[in-house]
């Protein structure tokens, strides 16, 4: 069998190389990759339900650098949905054998770029349970802490804190997920002066919302739906509902009928 | 991990109270040959009642246990046995090596002993069968198991087990399960003290599906339980998710088991953000777990109680920490209470310094890293209330930001996730707080009785369904002789019953 883990190498570092250059041609590398990934099928170390022995070793090691190539590939590509797909593969590796291979150089990184995944998607819970997975030595690692410390300030509202960590990111992979972030920051932003302000001046929220040029902040706000007066950013507060106050509305009244005919149902049965 | 300590209250009394009761070894025995006839009743008559009336002295024989006794029980059950039945209780035997010694010495001393115990079982059963019931050997198998993990002879107690439940699984029988269950249990613990319990998981899947093709409860209950701490104990916690979105708790089941799985449903949903579910399991767990024993449970589901609470942004009552037993364990806990609530950021770091290694060996590291930003907000909540206007420099100050663009920002998003009710007015550089709504013209109030009240009937319904009723089609047809029988059946069961008065709980 070695001479097939010895032709998927062959094969995955020629798409490495072609990874490593400065424009890669990307569906040359895909193919290249998908062909060794057929080849991983055929390893018999790989079937479902084999026990670990040594012989496979080798097969372990070329799936795992297999699934590593294929997320860098994936970023590079801008495709999160492939680099999630991957990923979840690359993670029994990582987690399962770990005391039977020797660990990967780029384990940590690869750790830390799906927890930025999750953080620039906005997928909080499934971060924390990934967080929980990990040992303490990858814990500490810089780009897992990176992806940690982001989250912090996310959660605390330090955006301004935020964006200018992610400015210094310690893998040129991290880029994608943090202009990713960047996005989805603003959107948070947005949301967060929707309601915590009346007015703004239009310069501030720019600003705020760190948008280079006008043109993309005028798209912006309208997007959003934002009406300007006198170079200001006027939102629509929630100012009916004060009067409204006395005066249920059909969705309320609804359930407060559901649940009064829930009790009597239920005192029925009691009695 | 000190979960550990929290299944296994049992164990650590287990070697003092043996050498205490050894002199009185004869009580325990007449226990045990006792529990023994009720197990075979139970099984004659079909009554699962009583087989789990059996486990449930099975913690308080338990703490008794010696070799000697043990041996002595194994030995008499051996006796007029058909040898074909017995060869797995002559395995069980060599576990007890050390006692070799002890049989032969005492050996012919105890058989007058056995032979009236012999008698007298005989009489009070009717009939003795010949071959040996699997569920005695189970209960002999299971006592010897809880014996070895309480010496910590850990590697017998993995060998042992694994006999059991390969012999158990050979087996079909609706009076065996709640032994099985419990099989499994001893079983499970063995590996996780060896650090294997990564090993069997895939076997307690399998388990766990037979016995639910077989609506086995009692088993259905303990095998998901050990899977959903298996899977915890590596934190897999979405492996665990995916297990309880695709299983379903029996409906059946006993009040502990119960309380086991809300503490672990509790421990996955506070890892996935989602408190207020979290915070409803663990309280449950922490009403059904039992309230005079089970002391490491209640504290470690307190614990997480304690947190998740904070992490919702409520304060947990004084009360909760002044517990009986739970002092001790909760004093760390405390003081990240106090740092939140007072917003004392400087104080709630330095609370989070000190007990660092505690809060990584209780396993809550994680969820008290989180509760920074609630720090934050209960700060931020106090100032609003007591200023009407604030400027946001003042804010920054008293509490302790970094940058003031950030509390800016700090500020609008407690707004938008409704901590604070306030409007910013960024040019002024101040924080306006609103008033307050007048809160009993919402539908506040409402929504907040709505959930007592589903509350109480959620009980109600609960111990309606609890409660055991006769069966009533059972008596019209019954001859003279079968009258006979089931009054002299129900005579031993009240005088089971009168033994019975105290409830004792199956938590281990």
Redesign the interface.
Known sequence: MSHLVNQGQEALSRVEKELNRSKPNLNQAWNQLNDVKVLLTKLPSLQYKTQLSSVSKEEFLLARSTFEVACFLSIVDKDMESFERHFMQLKPLYLDVSNFLSPSSNESLLIGLNLMRLLSQNR???F??E???LQKRIKEDPYVTFAIRLE?CL???????LLSLSQSSPNKYFQYFTQVLAHTVRK??A????????Y??SD?AMK?LSFGSLDEFKKFIEERGWSIEKQQLVFKTIEEH?NT??V?NSN?LLS?IE?NIS?AK?LER?V | MATEMTMDQGNSNGTIDSTKEHSEPDNILTGLQKNLALLEVAVLTKELRLVSRVLRQFTRTRKQLSEQVLSQVIQEQLHNRSSSSTALLHSLVKFLTESGSHVDENGHAMDVDVRRDEKLHRKGIGESTETLLPETITFLYLLVSAYLLDQGKNEEALECTTKLVTYLKGFNRRTLDELSARGYYFWSLSHERLGKLRDIREALLAAHATAVLRHDYAGQAMLLNLLLRNYIKYRLYDQADKLVSRTKFPATRSNNQLARYFYYLGRIRCIQLDYSEAMRCLLQALRKAPQNSALGFRIQAQKFAVLVQLLMGEVPERKTFLQEGMQKALVPYLQLARGVKNGDLNYFQQVVDNFYPVFERDGTASLVTRLRQNVIKAGLKRLTVAYSRISIEDVRKSLNLDIARDAEFIVAKAIRDGVIDAIIYHKEGYIESRESTYLYATMEPQHTFHERIRFCLNIHNETVRAMRFPESDKKDIETLEERRERLKEEQELAHTLVEEDEEDDDIL
């Not at chain 1, 949301?191 to 009346?198: M, N, P, S, V």
């Open positions: 909080i819970a499934e924390h349970s967080l929980e997975l912090q959660t605390e509202g330090s955006y301004a804190k948070d932003i949301d967060c002066l929707e309601t915590a302000y009346r703004l001046s501030d705020m004060e106050l006395d249920l309320e407060l649940q009790y239920e009691i």
